[in-house]
């Protein structure tokens, strides 16, 4: 049974350290001074928030940070409790001091940030992430996970994410044909440095993602930008290429939703793009960063699905699915000899990924977790960009153009006006506000858009940075 738990804690708002973490500390203080003992119940986090006048979400992240370090356990359908065995605290206030000061370095200067597309850390299913990892140190066989595993992941979970790939996007793997990564990053650096070779040629969409083209050129490869229009990648930029004689290696792209300008590839250039690729002998890059968040009535299949394609590698991730922190991505082609050399090349930089979290990951995902969070994230992330575009008509509509995407975490913007973006981020910068430059996806000339990510800012963040942006067309 519930008890009733008087607070005694003082939060102070001008205080470097987070409210969260506040929290969170006063709670420890309490078990250390045993007002709280062990398996004694919390009350709930909106009664918490109601107590402190605070959001409920900043409660839940404060609980969160508990559970993760060892303070609390969460028990499904039973609530929150103090934790029979208790960690370390002066370890626990290290990183909890190291996590204050990173953020009060930032929010010292910088209190909103316009970033590329995050996701919204606060209703990522933490919580039962914690739970999940921590039941995997309880099963019995629990040392069999402590050994090596095979360097293209855990079989079970490759299983789970091949399915995925199946049944929702249309493709037709097995096993063989996947490698989990530590996230979408070294999935690329894997693909460039096993199919690239110095001076091979690399088509790439201009504006576009940057880490990627680092990935490539440290393969040795030369890039070749082709242009973005509302269709998506120019084809007559690629027939241009392959027709002045360059031996075009591949081709990397993000049909999907292309970043930076959120454009989906037309069904039209798609089909050309296939045969082109079978013709001239060229694989496709096909980077689906952000598949699962879409909003119309569905999303639209990869390159990598139809059947026809002869050389493609489709990169994924699970990062915005859970959170930016979960470093899990996933590299698929339908050439078993390039898997086998990517699996060779991580054994040798890092052996095998982190098992336990993808089974942890691969338990939400077999109880529903995941697929119940993604469902949630869709209806929340979509209310977002409906309100980040009544906000874009009110304070922009006669100085910008920009359309509302059909998923994805970002609006594409591009003022009337031929502007400074450099100076506009430096006087927004004065205002506290972080806005990422054009100069992030542009390959060579200046780009007049800008990517807007509304993910991770509440509604009065989006408030206050667009009017900000406004003043500044």
């Not at 088509?203 to 040795?220: D, L, Q």
């Not at 241009?240 to 970043?259: D, E, N, R, V």
């Not at 100076?423 to 390959?443: A, C, R, V």
């Not at 007049?448 to 009065?460: A, D, F």
Request: charged residues 25%; proline residues 3%; positive net charge.
């Amino acid at each position: 049974m519930l008890r009733t738990w008087n607070f005694e804690m003082q939060l102070d708002e001008k205080s470097d350290k987070a409210i969260y973490l506040q929290i969170a500390d006063a709670i420890i203080n309490d078990i250390q001074s045993g007002r709280l003992k062990a398996g004694d119940a919390l009350p709930g986090t909106r009664n918490i928030a109601q107590l402190l006048k605070l959001n409920r979400n900043t409660v839940v992240e404060a609980l969160n940070v508990l559970i993760i370090e060892g303070w609390l356990v969460s028990k499904e359908r039973q609530g929150t409790f103090i934790a029979d065995t208790l960690p370390n605290f002066q370890e626990t206030q290290k990183r909890s001091d190291a996590i204050s000061f990173e953020k009060s370095t930032l929010n010292k200067y910088y209190h909103l940030q316009f970033d590329d597309g995050y996701p919204d850390s606060k209703i990522a299913p933490i919580t039962e992430l914690a739970r999940a990892y921590r039941q995997i140190f309880n099963q019995n066989a629990r040392w069999r996970m402590m050994g090596y595993t095979n360097e293209l992941g855990d079989l079970e979970f490759r299983k789970s994410i091949v399915q995925m790939l199946n049944h929702q996007r249309g493709m037709q793997i097995d096993v063989h044909n996947i490698c989990i990564t530590r996230g979408s990053q070294m999935a690329m650096y894997l693909t460039a440095q096993q199919l690239l070779k110095k001076n091979d040629h690399v088509i790439i969409e201009n504006p576009g993602y940057k880490p990627a083209w680092k990935a490539f050129e440290n393969a040795g490869a030369k890039l070749l930008p082709a242009r973005v229009d509302k269709e998506g990648l120019m084809i007559d930029d690629v027939v241009s290429y392959l027709k002045s004689g360059k031996k075009i290696k591949a081709i990397y792209l993000t049909p999907h939703h292309q970043y930076p300008t959120t454009t989906t590839l037309s069904l039209k250039r798609r089909l050309e793009l296939i045969r082109l690729s079978n013709k001239y002998g060229f694989t496709i890059i096909e980077d689906d960063y952000d598949n699962e968040f879409h909003f119309g009535y569905r999303p639209v299949l990869p390159l990598s699905s139809f059947t026809e394609l002869k050389n493609y590698v489709y990169i994924g991730t699970m990062s915005k699915v859970v959170a930016p922190a979960l470093r899990i991505g996933y590299l698929a082609s339908n050439d078993n000899s390039l898997i086998e050399k990517v699996g060779n090349l991580r054994k040798i930089i890092d052996v095998q990924g982190d098992n336990i979290m993808e089974q942890a990951v691969l338990q939400l995902i077999k109880d529903g977790t995941i697929k119940r969070h993604i469902k949630k994230a869709t209806n929340h992330y979509k209310a977002k960009r409906d309100f980040t575009a009544t906000l874009l008509k009110k304070h922009i509509k006669n100085k910008a153009t920009y359309s509302i995407p059909d998923g994805g975490l970002a609006f594409w913007v591009v003022p009337n006006n031929q502007v400074d973006w450099l100076e506009i981020s430096e006087k927004l910068k004065s205002n506290g506000i972080i806005l990422f430059t054009p100069d992030t996806y542009s390959f060579d000339e200046t780009i007049n858009g800008i990517r807007l990510g509304y993910g991770s800012l509440s509604e009065k963040e989006l408030e206050e940075g667009i009017m900000a942006l406004a003043k500044m067309l």
